[in-house]
């Protein structure tokens, strides 16, 4: 609350009425949340608080029932595995210690560390005619902490971190790639490192894969319970082809992961051709394309269907050759599954044709297809419900299409949120289960329009239904929602003008 809501409840006290009931009349917080804050705060007295304290109970009652709890979905909310003192140890460099100590070599660790300690997913090391600026990307957003790095240091930092990708440091004009491990905090990372020239000098990337950060649990992804029980049937099915579809960034990987986890056992042969491998899983045999010797997601697509598969995972689907041996490797008894970048569900049959498919391939060998989106979390240390009759609340009800009255959040920042109010992420998504009638609509070259329409009136639920429905959950917010989905929302809204 600010300041001036603090002093206009105060001078409303009176009546019979408590500070606790007048800034919930008020619409500024939930009884949810003042109980949460002070048990006593609502209990007791007169009539009229204990009535608030009645739809206070009432209200946790539904919320328990009817809405997932916050902490269970989305990743990132959590602290994670805590650190100790080990600090950062550069795995192929531990009996170096002596030799490692110097002022470089100690800051590009404290990069490191700092980068982890902030749950960045990326961090950007950006040439600028000051020095080097380092930035990192936390869910999904690229922020700068601090002011650039002197000038002079630019080229060792550089270096040392080139040196660790095992890169060649002489080569300055083309961009590079690399990786390398090191324990943080007694945690083990994976960094790849990418180079790109400019003209003030080379540009570093590093992305942070954290070995203990892979979830794989359906649900705390962003899957509705009755989406997961779907898609559950799906990856238990002997054959056919599963694709998970949206922008880079967008999750991909990890959903195959967490469908992954769902079907391994002991009785299957779980197979990947990756590019390249991010997480490391037991009980899979994981391989990676190597484009420099002629090793492709094609060519070693074909080695694995020699190798007795039960289910195969392909990275992504780049071109013709690939798809169609994904196609073809679906109909031979196998449960294949992949990414494409398409902007819906059914837009991935249009995808699928444009590579050079038959209708009548596509539609023996899918069986269903999941979009999704990220989009941030409220931090739910700071959550508070956005209060009515404000310009913000009024702009979010109309932009969103909702009914006045309903309560939706935002996240008023603090310690645990660096002052953002939002911490970690969840997925919104659609899931378009291939049946009969979308078989027919595939072989007959229906457009994705027609297929997005058929599919949302047999049930499914669309990117923007899903994104509204964690909105009204207190998951994200309205913002959140209009920045990640605007293109969903038109696709989403012609097929509902066509069902009407």
Not at 62 to 69: I, S
Not at 128 to 155: E, H, K, M, N, T
Not at 448 to 470: E, N, P, T, V, Y
Request: hydrophobic share 40%; with cysteine.
């Amino acid at each position: 609350m600010t300041a001036q809501q603090v002093q206009a409840a105060a001078q409303q006290r009176g009546g019979g009425k408590g500070f606790a009931q007048i800034i919930v009349d008020m619409g500024w917080v939930s009884p949810m949340d003042v109980l949460r804050w002070d048990p006593n705060a609502v209990l007791g007295g007169n009539g009229a608080a204990a009535s608030v304290a009645a739809s206070t109970a009432v209200a946790a009652t539904t919320a328990a029932t009817a809405t997932p709890a916050t902490q269970d979905v989305g990743l990132g909310q959590d602290a994670g595995p805590g650190f100790d003192r080990s600090g950062v140890i550069i795995v192929g460099e531990e009996g170096r210690d002596g030799m490692m100590e110097g002022g470089v070599v100690s800051y590009c660790n404290e990069l490191l560390k700092y980068a982890v300690e902030i749950r960045a997913s990326d961090m950007h090391l950006e040439p600028r005619g000051d020095g080097l600026l380092p930035r990192y990307r936390i869910d999904g957003q690229l922020r700068a902490f601090g002011d650039p790095v002197s000038a002079d240091l630019q080229l060792p930092i550089i270096s040392r971190l080139k040196v660790l990708a095992n890169l060649d440091i002489t080569e300055t004009r083309l961009p590079q790639d690399g990786r390398f491990r090191a324990i943080v905090g007694g945690r083990t990372f994976d960094f790849r490192v990418s180079t790109l020239p400019s003209i003030r000098g080379e540009k570093l990337v590093l992305r942070l894969l954290d070995h203990s950060a892979l979830v794989t649990d359906l649900t705390r992804l962003g899957f509705t319970p009755e989406m997961r029980t779907e898609f559950e049937d799906m990856l238990h099915r002997s054959y056919g082809m599963i694709l998970v579809t949206g922008p880079t960034g967008s999750g991909k990987t990890t959903t195959l992961y967490g469908a992954l986890a769902t079907t391994r056992d002991e009785t299957k042969n779980v197979v990947t051709v990756e590019d390249p491998v991010e997480y490391e899983m037991n009980g899979v045999t994981q391989t990676s394309v190597h484009t420099e010797i002629g090793l492709s997601f094609a060519t070693q697509l074909r080695a694995i269907l020699r190798q007795d598969p039960d289910v195969i995972l392909v990275g992504e689907i780049r071109d013709s050759e690939t798809a169609e041996i994904s196609v073809r490797a679906a109909l031979t008894g196998h449960l294949l599954l992949s990414t494409l970048h398409t902007n819906s569900a059914a837009a991935a049959v249009t995808r699928l044709q444009d590579m050079g498919l038959a209708p009548f391939l596509i539609a023996s060998s899918l069986s269903g297809i999941l979009a999704q989106r990220l989009v941030r979390l409220i931090c739910r240390h700071c959550r508070m419900p956005v209060p009515q009759n404000t310009p913000e609340y009024d702009e979010s009800i109309s932009r969103l299409r909702l009914e006045p009255g309903t309560v939706i959040y935002h996240g008023t920042g603090c310690a645990e949120c660096n002052g953002t109010g939002m911490r970690g992420r969840v997925a919104l998504m659609e899931l378009l289960n291939v049946d009969k009638d979308i078989r027919r609509a595939i072989m007959d070259k229906a457009d994705s329009s027609i297929i997005q329409r058929i599919a949302m009136q047999k049930g499914m639920k669309g990117l923007w239904q899903d994104g509204i429905d964690k909105l009204q959950q207190g998951l994200t917010t309205a913002d959140e929602l209009v920045r990640v989905l605007l293109g969903a929302e038109v696709a989403d809204d012609d097929a509902d003008a066509d069902t009407e």
